[in-house]
């Protein structure tokens, strides 16, 4: 069973920057693909940022250049750095693993930006 656990959220004025954090369980954590969604009150769930176990990453387009998506394998941690924060940034983050054909998701952390 693999347990993601989502950390570092909270609230935030626009132009802020905070970083988010992803615990996994399980072993081999470093052979699988990672990522964060996100999803704002009445909207669907949408991509934030992927990463690869090569480290190769992908971006939504409302995020490049503000975020980061990185990873420590030897924590079993992917981390989100997001900076120039903005108000439309305001939702709840999810990080998902892709391991053995099925899609994880920990509980996910409420990042709020507002003045």
């Known amino acids: 069973q693999v347990q993601l656990v989502e950390s570092g959220g909270g609230l935030v004025q626009p132009g802020g920057s905070l970083r988010l954090s992803c615990a996994a369980s399980?072993?081999?954590?470093?052979?699988?693909?990672m990522g964060w969604y996100r999803q704002a009150p009445g909207k669907q769930r949408e991509l934030v940022a992927t990463?690869?176990?090569?480290?190769?990453?992908n971006y939504a387009d409302s995020v490049k250049g503000r975020f980061t998506i990185s990873r420590d394998n030897a924590k079993n941690t992917v981390y989100l750095q997001m900076n120039d924060l903005k108000v439309e940034d305001t939702a709840v983050y999810f990080c998902?693993?892709?391991?053995?054909?099925?899609?994880?998701w920990g509980r996910g952390t409420q990042v709020t930006v507002s003045s």
């Open positions: 998902t693993i892709d391991r053995g054909g099925g899609r994880y």
């Open positions: 399980g072993s081999l954590f470093s052979i699988y693909p």
């Open positions: 990463i690869t176990s090569g480290r190769t990453t």
